[in-house]
Structures are given as structure tokens and as C-alpha cells.
């Protein structure tokens, strides 16, 4: 099991720049995928970004690109999404979800543990 806690979210202006951070705890290890997935009212859970523990890399979705930016602290069993410029449309609660494995899946339902999700709101 793995368990998953995000922190970092809040209320913004529009341009502003938050950090989330999605600590992870138990069966933990080099050889897992997180990723980080938003939700906004009404809307479907969507993919924002992804990192592989053991090398780093990244995939992002088209709306995250430039943005966004994923990072990993392995030491600290910790992955970061740092947003940029923020704008309205970014509001949602953020999901960090893992999975086992390399491949950088951009699909919920390849994830199997989830945090309890935090709140990013951006006004205008």
C-alpha cells in the first residue's frame, strides 16, 4: 500500500504561482510513476502531469506545458507540482496519484493509489 498526501493549495489571484506538494508513505520505491490529475466542478477528472521516481522524466498535458512544472525529492519521498501563471481555468481540486511500473500513463484508472486531493482557487 501506498499512501498519498497533497498539501499546498489555496486561494490566488490570477498570475500568481502556488506550490503542491504529495507526500508519499509505505511500499514506496524507485520504481513507481506519480502523477498529478485535476478536477474542477462538473467537470471529468483530467491529467495534468506525470514523473517517473528513478530517472525523472516528465510528461505533461498540452495545458500544463510551460506552466507547470513536476519535480521529484526522492530523499524526501516527495513530488512537487509547481504552478505558474495562474489563471481562472486552473481552479480544481488537485489529485497526486502513483502507480508501479515506468510507463508515464496519462489515464486515471492506470493509477491505483490516490491522495485525498487539494483545493486550488483562482480568481480574476
Known amino acids: 500500500q501506498v499512501q498519498l498526501v497533497e498539501s499546498g493549495g489555496g486561494l490566488v489571484q490570477a498570475g500568481a504561482s502556488l506550490r503542491l506538494s504529495c507526500a508519499a508513505s509505505?511500499?514506496?520505491?524507485?520504481?513507481?510513476?506519480m502523477g498529478w490529475f485535476r478536477q474542477a466542478p462538473g467537470k471529468e477528472r483530467e491529467f495534468v502531469a506525470a514523473?517517473?521516481?528513478?530517472?525523472?522524466?516528465?510528461y505533461y498535458a498540452d495545458s500544463a506545458k510551460g506552466r507547470f512544472t513536476i519535480s521529484r525529492d526522492n530523499a524526501a519521498n516527495t513530488v512537487y507540482l509547481e504552478m505558474n501563471s495562474l489563471k481562472p481555468e486552473d481552479t480544481a481540486v488537485y489529485y497526486c496519484?502513483?502507480?508501479?511500473?515506468?510507463?508515464?500513463?496519462?489515464?486515471?484508472?492506470?493509477?491505483?493509489?490516490w491522495g485525498q486531493g487539494t483545493q486550488v482557487t483562482v480568481s480574476s
Open positions: 496519484a502513483a502507480r508501479a511500473g515506468s510507463y508515464l500513463f496519462s489515464s486515471d484508472n492506470r493509477y491505483d493509489y
Open positions: 509505505g511500499r514506496t520505491g524507485s520504481r513507481y510513476i
Open positions: 514523473i517517473s521516481w528513478s530517472d525523472g522524466r516528465t
